[in-house]
């Protein structure tokens, strides 16, 4: 099993320029997450799924867009990039119910 | 709402000395509490968990008791080493599909 894998590990974009962020996992987990991390402020969560087809907003999700159109991957879009989205990206998966959160390695993304 | 505060470090300690980073929580309803720990280049992984009031989560030789009267779930390990340094993060879950977590907190453990 790889686990959580996540594309690219980094990435740097000029303001205005688009990316997407590819999450993938093989433990056939329900939920998917994204996060952003940025120093002095935790991890803040983006956007998440609670199955295939379905996407819900969480504390920040302005600028960014998801799409789950497999179970198995969560892609996670930027259309315009700004500098405010300078930070550390991670993408994490749960088995339904069970409170616990497995986590890709993260892509550092750095926005000029 | 939902919250968590823990210790701000850097910590520092000396091996095998006795660690403890402190959590507090405010929270809606009954959350289940956790610790994560994120070493060096990697992503979160999860360390210990709590579902509920009383219970004592373990692993590694780190525990933490999930203490509603205080609300607090704080993280001891009676014997660091030098692959103990991370960050630790503590977080909460209300079951709504949403972990929030602490600023984390970096120990760097020294010979």
């Keep these: 099993n790889a686990g959580v894998t996540q594309t690219p590990k980094f990435r740097v974009l000029k303001t205005g320029q688009s990316m997407t962020l590819l999450c993938a996992q093989d433990m056939n987990h329900e939920y998917m997450y994204w996060y952003r991390q940025d120093p002095g402020m935790g991890l803040r969560l983006i956007h998440y799924s609670v199955g295939e087809g379905t996407t819900a907003k969480g504390e920040v999700p302005d600028g960014y ?4 159109l497999k179970k198995q991957n969560f892609l996670l879009g930027l259309e315009s990039a700004a500098p405010s989205q300078t930070s550390v990206y991670f993408c994490a998966s749960e088995d339904s119910g069970s409170y616990e959160q497995y986590f ?8 000029t | 709402g939902n919250s968590v505060t823990q210790m701000e470090g850097p910590v520092t300690l000396s091996e095998e000395a006795f660690l403890t980073i402190n959590c507090t929580y405010t929270a809606t309803g009954y959350p289940s509490l956790f610790w994560y720990v994120q070493y060096p280049g990697e992503g979160l992984q999860l360390l210990l968990k709590a579902t509920k009031a009383d219970d004592k989560g373990s692993n590694k030789g780190f525990e933490a008791t999930y203490r509603k ?3 607090s779930f704080h993280l001891e390990k009676g014997s660091v080493q030098v692959s103990d340094s991370a960050v630790y993060f503590c977080a909460l879950e ?3 599909n ?14």
């Design chain 2, 98 to 111: 949403n972990l929030f977590f602490g600023t984390g907190t970096r120990l760097t453990v020294i010979p």
């Design chain 2, 69 to 71: 009267e205080t609300t």
């Design chain 1, 65 to 68: 867009n998801v799409s789950r």
């Design chain 1, 104 to 111: 890709g390695p993260g892509t550092r993304l750095t926005v």
């Design chain 2, 94 to 96: 209300t079951g709504a």
